[in-house]
């Protein structure tokens, strides 16, 4: 069977209400691998601070077959918030969201730390409310909140 180790980081992090991110890397600097055949997932801690590299999920699932890779995939990465992926099939995407992480797929490999950079940006411009919702962000400002409370 495939084996699944998670590697943390011991620091000092500050960050409130940040967001788990996981990037699909062959290389911990790129967002190069497909999610099926990637063997390890950079994992990023993002909040309007900032961000900082919270771990590693070192996935191998070369000895399994079929749709045990997603879901030990799936269950090994329980917690992220949202993967980054170079590419991302159907019918794992939907397992990926049943497993409350939101796969986002990269054209062209990208650059972590680019992506991370536009993340914080988000964040502190005006986030997507699915966005305020995981990082327990107050959602007061979204004009849509009257509309919805009158419903």
């Known amino acids: ?20 991110v996981a990037f699909a890397s062959k290389d911990m600097e790129t967002i190069n691998a497909h999610f099926g055949g990637a063997k390890e997932f950079v994992v990023y801690d993002v909040s309007k601070d900032g961000y900082v590299l919270s771990g590693v999920v070192k996935t191998d699932t070369s000895e399994m077959e079929g749709d ?14 949202i993967m980054y992926c170079e590419s991302i099939g159907g019918t794992a995407a939907a397992k990926v969201i049943r497993g409350g992480i939101n796969p986002m797929k990269v054209n062209e490999p990208r650059q972590i730390k680019e992506v991370l950079g536009e993340l914080v940006e988000m964040i502190n411009d005006n986030p997507p409310p699915w966005v305020k919702k995981i990082m327990n962000l107050d959602t007061t400002e979204d004009p849509r909140l009257a509309r919805w409370s009158a419903e």
């Not at 995939?73 to 917690?79: E, Y």
Request: hydrophobic content about 35%; proline content about 0%.
């Open 68 to 81: 045990d890779k997603t879901d030990f995939k799936v269950k090994a990465l329980a917690g992220i918030n």
């Open 1 to 20: 069977m495939g084996e699944s180790t998670k590697i943390t980081v011991q620091g000092d992090s500050s960050i409130q209400n940040a967001m788990k």
